[in-house]
């Protein structure tokens, strides 16, 4: 059975990758993920300097492991401060000394030379590659859509031209015009699209007259928005897609690679159950693939895609209509 998978130009034995968070941040879990199978690791965002501080504090430290379940006790990573840019590049030099498997640092900018000059930085320790989280707030009034994604495309394009590794881009879900703006990335040089990002979840506490900011872990409700974005570009741009977001079982990663995805990046399912889960989806997949008689994810890949299936609803209808004879 082929579980075998190119993401940006690597080839892979499957598709199962640890996404961008805290299970990178210690060497020895780094080490138990590779004995587990990942088969490619991205490190958490380095975030450029200006907005560090409480805000990136909050991100990096949520009370998301407090969902944790009692198994994942002993798992479940302490909550650990957000590394400096000279913390992360040593870091970074000693994940890439501790593993074979490729390793893809994280970067969010904020400035357009904030984004090469640590894109540089990266490539230079040793990433095998880029994942640019474009995160973007979206709540100024005065900056249009179009401004919003002609800046994101621009740092891409001057990205690409300052590196030579791989650049993938983290998207978020809440874009007008999504595929038309993977596209233009794409077409800026773009290796990959990852998505989506996933928010905190914002409430508001009425008594205290609080903000309250959390990042519950997902489960696997979160997969279907994803299913969506990669079926709508999957065989219509170059570039590698992967699926983060509510990947927790085989039947997810099956679902990913039928729209399109070329990876599945897994956090809150790793940090639910810890490593030896890769085991688990691994077998997961290779057992339905058998009972359905299936020989590779890459014949696979797609099939369920917008262009294969361009009006999904006609393809219902006509499902239907044979079930009923
Ligand atoms: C505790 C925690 C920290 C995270 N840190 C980052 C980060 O530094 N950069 C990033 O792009 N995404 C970060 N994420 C988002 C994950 O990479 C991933 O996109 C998201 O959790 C959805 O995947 P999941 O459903 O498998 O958890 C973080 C998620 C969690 C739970």
Redesign the pocket.
């Known amino acids: 059975m082929d579980l075998s998978t190119t993401y940006l130009g690597k080839r892979l034995p499957h598709p199962l990758i640890v ?4 299970l990178g941040d210690d060497l020895d879990r780094v080490k138990a993920l590779e004995d587990a199978g990942a088969a490619m690791l ?1 490190l ?2 380095l975030y450029e300097e200006e907005i560090t501080g409480e805000q990136m504090d909050a ?2 430290n ?1 009370e ?2 407090s969902e944790s379940s009692s198994e994942a006790g002993s798992f479940a990573p302490e909550p650990t401060i957000a590394l400096g840019p000279e913390e992360y590049l040593e870091h970074l030099r000693a994940v890439k000394k501790a593993v074979h498997i490729p390793v893809i640092a ?1 970067l ?1 900018g904020v400035t357009a030379g904030g984004w090469i000059s640590y894109a540089k930085l990266l490539e230079q320790a040793g990433a095998d590659g880029l ?1 640019l ?1 474009t995160y973007h707030a979206a709540s100024d009034m005065t900056m249009s859509s179009e401004e919003v994604e002609r800046q994101a495309i621009e740092i891409v394009r001057e990205v690409k031209k300052s590196i030579r590794i791989p650049v993938a881009v ?1 998207l978020t879900p809440l874009l007008t015009a999504f595929a038309h703006y993977a596209k233009q990335l794409v077409d800026a040089g773009a290796d990959g699209l990852v998505l989506f ?2 928010f905190h979840r914002i409430d508001i506490d009425v008594t205290e007259l609080d903000v309250i900011r959390t ?1 519950p ?2 489960d696997s409700r ?1 997969l279907p928005l994803r299913l969506r974005g990669t079926a709508a570009l999957a065989g219509r741009v170059k570039a590698s897609l992967a699926i ?4 927790h079982t085989g039947l997810d990663v099956i679902k990913a690679t039928m729209a399109g995805a070329h990876v599945t ?5 790793l ?1 639910r159950h810890g490593p030896a889960h890769l085991i688990t989806v691994r077998r997961e997949v290779e057992a339905w693939m058998r009972e359905h008689e299936w020989e590779s994810l890459g014949e696979m890949r797609g099939n369920m895609s917008l262009e294969r299936i361009p009006d999904p609803a006609a393809y219902e209808r006509t499902n239907f209509r044979m079930a009923l004879r």
């Not at 983060?244 to 990947?247: A, H, K, P, R, S």
């Not at 990046?265 to 399912?269: D, P, R």
């Open positions: 996404g961008a968070g805290p991205v958490r965002s991100f990096l949520t998301s492991h994280s969010n994942e989280h983290k990002t996933r990042l872990l997902s979160e983060t977001g509510g990947v990046q897994l956090v809150s399912a940090l």
